[in-house]
């Protein structure tokens, strides 16, 4: 009994002196603070989940209707339409997701949702790979752009100098063969006037080129029935072939940049698709 009571003793000493409660006040301060530090940063990773639940399916709809917009420039692209150099494509509101702290995301999604670790995981992952394609896809579809634009440019420089070399054969055609042959010469100058007017449309295809231009003025160059020793009609006849072949390789330009805005087109609807999907998963607590 005596021990017991000093032990009760030397323990109310103890609790009532200055040291312990310093101690005491530290140990519950530390707590506190501990305490304080979890429901605020609990809080912080509720915010973030919100926020980037919200921002993710927000730039799902802005990308949706830039996808209308890019539908729209390949729509031109068939038609063989004049084109702008811009495609209209803004990925802005995704580079602000791509800067989130992917240990916060982890935490949120992985290591505090419900489910399965592995797949939640899984889930995190498949959808960084969707959002990280629809950031950098634009750096590879403006190479292909920039490629097709320069290759319509240097198409159209060979067709303006086709045009001129035409337009001087037939000049000296027309000089040559305006008395004997006026027909022929008055039909060239209308093959002419609508080479440097009508035919100058981006959307004439080579089938039109072909049907309304080249085939007469060959039937023209060759109703001179002598025009394998005629260095002039030879001339027109190699000229006008050499315009059909350049409208030919316009149009093969455009359908192969048709082809590779076919394939973006299809991966971002794709990666559309697998994104909203990974969203609904995510949302489940």
């Known amino acids: 009994m005596n021990i017991m009571s000093e032990i009760l003793e030397f323990l109310n000493k103890m609790i009532n002196s200055e040291y312990f409660k310093i101690i005491l006040s530290f140990i519950l301060g530390f707590l506190s603070n501990y305490g304080i530090s979890k429901i605020i940063e609990r809080q912080k990773l509720v915010k973030l989940r919100k926020f980037y639940l919200s921002w993710l399916s927000f730039s799902l709809d802005i990308v949706s209707k830039q996808l209308i917009r890019l539908e729209n420039f390949k729509s031109s692209i068939d038609k063989n339409l004049n084109f702008s150099g811009n495609l209209g494509f803004n990925k802005n509101q995704l580079d602000k997701i791509s800067t989130l702290s992917k240990e916060e995301l982890y935490d949120i999604f992985v290591l505090r949702k419900k489910g399965d670790k592995e797949k939640n995981a899984m889930k995190l992952h498949e959808l960084t790979e969707c959002i990280d394609y629809l950031i950098l896809f634009d750096k590879d579809i403006y190479g292909k752009y920039n490629e097709f634009r320069s290759d319509i440019k240097e198409l159209n420089k060979k067709l303006s100098t086709a045009n001129q070399n035409f337009n001087s054969i037939v000049d000296r055609y027309i000089l040559e063969y305006k008395k004997s042959m006026r027909t022929y010469t008055d039909q060239m100058i209308e ?17 039109i080129i072909l049907e309304e231009f080249v085939t007469p003025a060959r039937e023209i160059f060759s109703s001179h029935l002598i025009y394998q020793n005629d260095d002039l009609i030879m001339k027109g006849r190699e000229s006008t072939q050499e315009i059909y072949d350049i409208f030919t390789s316009k149009d093969q330009s ?22 909203e999907e990974k969203i609904k998963f995510l949302r489940i607590s």
């Open 191 to 207: 093959l002419k006037e609508n080479l440097g007017k009508k035919y100058s449309q981006e959307n004439i295809s080579p089938d």
């Open 254 to 275: 455009y359908n192969r940049f048709s082809n590779i805005l076919d394939h973006y087109i299809a991966q971002i609807k794709k990666t559309i698709a697998s994104i």
